[in-house]
């Protein structure tokens, strides 16, 4: 599971980058459809995986699985990418300035008894010169051993037959390899860990439909969910149950992962899960509807908001509360209304009665700051900083409101009304005014200077002493000010 991760508004407001050797060397000579192809599998590339699928490239861009694979192959053969598998089709981009270069040289004789045994094997075809190329660059990035790397090519050639390419085999060498799989005994002890499981992988095969034995792809899927991510076999099945419409290992893979980012492990959680899955889609559509927002698919919705405010302990009719605040006031994203929601639960307001509550308070209380504003002669809406203010002199400051609002009075007409309130009500503080009475009497009267003779204790301050009293001063608290 990533630890972190783009969202997707962030995707979708960033950029594409293309190499200019794509544009310089490769798209004169693309077709439309080409050009399309690859540039939309190149921004595939950085969406989540259940965006990034051979179903979304083809409703998209019009074109068949049978046109793209053709479409690939062209591209593999330029050096722009590797089909890693065929069925499913699985590509991976390739850096150009690497294609551009040219090939290191190898001295055969060091590779005769290699090139003769890896020829054997494919009885059909002659390899060609620049395949012998790529398994010696391999090997001597990877430091296998040749006999492993023969042992691997065999077995794809098992199964996928002769037809299979180099990219293909060396995929499947280097994701072993990834694993530590460099030796002929590392190779054997891989094909005896997928051998072992052929029990659990004709039970995955059962309840996915599926007739005949299982692609390198899908052993590997089926040793992740069960060694990497923790699931047992019953919990497997029990996802393969729940998919929907036409099953395979990549639908299921793709479900697997999302119980592992909902850490959602045994069969009885799966099941509780789907159950109320269809509601929470339910309560997703209904919070975007209220806020304004359209999504063809709410599964990113449900993993990234819908999901965590639940677990927050929210409730659903508050949820649907604090999008519809987040409508008025002008917040009309998931992420906007996300903040919102971060906001009241900092304050520990999760129910509907509390967060009415919290917004009657500050509706009343902007009707309060707006008896202020219209005192001083002013016609406007309230403001963050009239809030602020306010919080200050009524919360900081300990003034009530009718003491506030006649220090409005008396500070109608001038050129900056909020500033001359803040300087009479400092000198009403500093003269221990608290009551209007008191207020009225001393009017906007300013205290008494102090007097120049100096009463106190003359000291030389270090510039680090001023400079920590500044700092501590931001440490205060309100019933210290």
């Not at 508050?318 to 998931?334: K, N, P, Q, W």
Request: charged residues 30%; proline residues 3%.
């Amino acid at each position: 599971m990533s630890l972190a991760k783009f969202s997707s508004d962030f995707l979708i407001e960033s950029f594409t980058l293309v190499d200019n050797l794509f544009i310089n060397e490769h798209l004169p000579h693309c077709s439309e459809k080409q050009l399309k192809v690859y540039l939309y599998g190149l921004y595939m590339c950085s969406m989540p995986e259940r965006m990034n699928s051979l179903d979304e490239m083809c409703a998209t861009l019009g074109v068949t699985e049978a046109e793209l694979l053709a479409i690939y192959t062209d591209f593999e053969d330029a050096g722009l990418c590797r089909v890693v598998s065929k069925n499913p089709l699985e590509v991976a981009y390739c850096s150009l300035k690497r294609a551009m270069q040219p090939p290191k040289k190898y001295k055969s004789e060091k590779w005769n008894d290699f090139n003769r045994e890896l020829q054997e094997l494919f009885h059909e075809r002659m390899l060609t010169p620049n395949e012998y190329n790529e398994y010696y660059a391999f090997l001597d990035s990877v430091k296998m051993d040749r006999d492993a790397m023969l042992m691997i090519a065999r077995y794809c050639i098992e199964l996928k037959g002769e037809s299979v390419r180099y990219p293909y085999i060396l995929t499947v060498a280097r994701n072993w390899a990834n694993e530590g799989v460099r030796t002929v005994a590392d190779v054997e002890n891989k094909l005896n860990e997928y051998e072992a499981q052929s029990e659990d992988m004709r039970a995955v095969l059962a309840a996915l439909g599926r007739k005949g034995g299982a692609e390198l792809e899908e052993k590997q899927m089926l040793t992740k969910w069960t060694r990497s991510w923790g699931f047992t076999l019953p919990a497997v099945l029990e996802a393969a149950k729940s998919l929907k419409g036409g099953k395979s290992f990549r639908k299921l893979d793709s479900r697997l992962d999302e119980f592992y980012r909902m850490s959602v492990f045994t069969a009885e959680d799966m099941r509780d899960y789907n159950a109320r899955r269809d509601h929470l889609t339910d309560l997703a559509v209904r919070i975007n509807k209220t806020i304004g927002v359209f999504y063809g698919s709410v599964d990113h919705i449900l993993e990234v908001y819908t999901s965590p405010w639940l677990e927050k302990g929210f409730s659903e009719e508050a949820l649907l509360t604090v999008a519809h605040y987040c409508f008025l006031s002008g917040i009309r994203t998931l992420e906007g209304m996300n903040g919102v929601v971060d906001k009241f639960y900092s304050q520990g307001l999760l129910t509907v009665d509390a967060i009415n509550a919290f917004i009657g308070e500050q509706v009343e209380q902007d009707e309060r700051i707006k008896k202020i504003v219209e005192a001083t002669g002013r016609e406007r809406g309230v403001t963050a900083s009239d809030r602020n203010y306010y919080r200050t002199w009524s919360a900081a400051w300990g003034f009530a409101d009718d003491v506030i609002l006649y220090a409005a009075e008396l500070s109608a007409g001038r050129s900056y009304p909020v500033s001359a309130i803040n300087r009479l009500l400092s000198e009403w503080k500093a003269q221990g005014v608290s009551a209007l009475e008191d207020a009225k009497r001393v009017g906007n009267t300013p205290s008494p200077r102090p007097s120049s003779s100096k009463n106190f204790e003359e000291r030389d301050y270090t510039d680090e002493q001023i400079k920590s009293v500044m700092i501590n001063i931001d440490d205060l608290e309100d019933d210290e000010l």
